[in-house]
């Protein structure tokens, strides 16, 4: 007898994120960023990842962060990237220009959307 398979929130999750990322990407190219990875992640545990590096018309390297929600209770969707998630996108940042034999100026922008709004945050937290 064949079990059912039940859909889990995770797939559900995973869906809407990939959905919000392609939105998101689209948004910015229609800016005239281009992308250069998506989901760039460190190796190892407690490492970070960067849902999308995009460069900037004047050169610059931009690290997304993509939050989507569905309203704005607890704060929205901007006010769920914590110190933490900063701290490692930040580190998956130094991970990626490490590559690289001279770093490019970079930033952290957030695109969050909810409510079917899309909103770019450019410059949104720094690496002290």
């Not at 690290?63 to 309203?71: G, K, L």
């Not at 930040?90 to 690289?100: D, K, S």
């Amino acid at each position: 007898m064949a079990i059912p398979q039940i859909k889990t929130q995770v797939g559900t999750s995973k869906q809407a994120g990939d959905a919000a990322e392609e939105s998101a990407l689209r948004h910015l190219q229609q800016a005239g960023l281009r992308l250069l990875q998506r989901n760039y992640r460190t190796p190892g545990r407690g490492g970070g990842e960067i849902d999308l590096i995009m460069r900037a018309p004047d050169g610059t390297t931009v690290f997304v962060e993509v939050r989507q929600r569905a309203n704005a209770s607890h704060g929205g969707a901007a006010a769920s990237i914590s110190v933490t998630k900063q701290r490692r996108i930040i580190f998956a940042a130094r991970h990626y220009l490490m590559r690289l034999r001279e770093p490019p100026p970079c930033r952290f922008d957030v695109v969050t959307l909810e409510c079917g709004v899309i909103q770019w945050l450019q410059a949104a937290f720094e690496a002290c």
